[in-house]
């Protein structure tokens, strides 16, 4: 297992300057590029061109997290396009365990998140077909909100059944997550932390994601930082 993963959200970067944007996080392991539609999520930012101009300005690995009605649709061009990884909602799906199948055809590795209120349980046979798990730990569609600690049951959940063999996803963890809250996801089991405010809101963001990493490593019990580098 490599050390924790932090996955700046370019949802609060200026969206104006996105490559020196992405430059600015350099070090990182995964950019997450947060893709809203107005209608899954009441909120709107970004589509596939933008997310084509991107992976020629950056080779920071592309983390797509499809916040979209119709992902059997919509999702495969992102991992067409080049994304390292797609990232659908469970709540979105029409036929996720096909939708997998359809974004490792396309080269991506395949994403499945869950609301906050979304239980884990109804979606575990359907992760044996996915990469990741992401477990939003705000309401999805924007940020700067406050981080929910009850969805850490879900973490503690998936990390026991990955570190028992019946899943191999890595557990990614989205919204509110910063120096106060980072220590608390990685106690709980979480493999990558996804942080736009608390990154792009630092005077020094490749320092911050840095800062994160560390922190997150220091309180992860089944892995650490000297495991990556
Ligand atoms: C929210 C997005 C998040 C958002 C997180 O719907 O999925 O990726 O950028 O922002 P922070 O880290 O500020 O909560
Ligand atoms: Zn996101």
């Given at each position: 297992?490599?050390?924790?993963?932090?996955?700046?959200?370019?949802?609060?970067?200026?969206?104006?300057?996105?490559?020196?944007?992405?430059?600015?996080?350099?070090?990182?392991?995964?950019?997450?590029?947060?893709?809203?539609?107005?209608?899954?999520?009441?909120?709107?930012?970004?589509?596939?061109?933008?997310?084509?101009?991107?992976?020629?300005?950056?080779?920071?690995?592309?983390?797509?997290?499809?916040?979209?009605?119709?992902?059997?649709?919509?999702?495969?061009?992102?991992?067409?396009?080049?994304?390292?990884?797609?990232?659908?909602?469970?709540?979105?799906?029409?036929?996720?365990?096909?939708?997998?199948?359809?974004?490792?055809?396309?080269?991506?590795?395949?994403?499945?998140?869950?609301?906050?209120?979304?239980?884990?349980?109804?979606?575990?046979?359907?992760?044996?077909?996915?990469?990741?798990?992401?477990?939003?730990?705000?309401?999805?569609?924007?940020?700067?909100?406050?981080?929910?600690?009850?969805?850490?049951?879900?973490?503690?959940?998936?990390?026991?059944?990955?570190?028992?063999g019946h899943l191999t996803v890595l557990?990614?963890?989205?919204?509110?997550?910063?120096?106060?809250?980072?220590?608390?996801?990685?106690?709980?089991?979480?493999?990558?932390?996804?942080?736009?405010?608390?990154?792009?809101?630092?005077?020094?963001?490749?320092?911050?994601?840095?800062?994160?990493?560390?922190?997150?490593?220091?309180?992860?019990?089944?892995?650490?930082?000297?495991?990556?580098?």
């Open positions: 297992m490599p050390a924790p993963l932090i996955a700046p959200s370019i949802l609060s970067a200026d969206f104006a300057r996105l490559a020196d944007e992405a430059a600015a996080v350099a070090g990182s392991d995964w950019l997450h590029v947060d893709v809203m539609d107005a209608h899954f999520v009441p909120n709107l930012t970004l589509g596939l061109p933008v997310v084509e101009s991107l992976l020629k300005a950056t080779d920071i690995p592309l983390d797509c997290h499809l916040m979209i009605e119709d992902p059997d649709r919509w999702a495969p061009p992102y991992a067409e396009a080049g994304a390292h990884n797609v990232t659908v909602h469970a709540e979105a799906a029409r036929d996720p365990r096909k939708l997998a199948k359809d974004l490792h055809a396309a080269g991506a590795l395949a994403g499945l998140s869950i609301k906050p209120k979304t239980p884990l349980d109804d979606w575990i046979e359907v992760l044996a077909d996915y990469d990741t798990l992401l477990v939003m730990s705000v309401e999805p569609g924007f940020g700067g909100q406050s981080f929910m600690p009850e969805v850490l049951d879900k973490v503690r959940t998936a990390r026991r059944l990955v570190d028992t557990v990614e963890i989205d919204g509110g997550i910063s120096a106060d809250t980072v220590e608390q996801a990685a106690e709980a089991g979480v493999d990558c932390f996804v942080a736009g405010s608390a990154v792009y809101g630092a005077d020094d963001p490749a320092r911050a994601v840095a800062a994160l990493r560390e922190q997150a490593a220091a309180v992860s019990p089944h892995r650490s930082l000297t495991t990556r580098e």
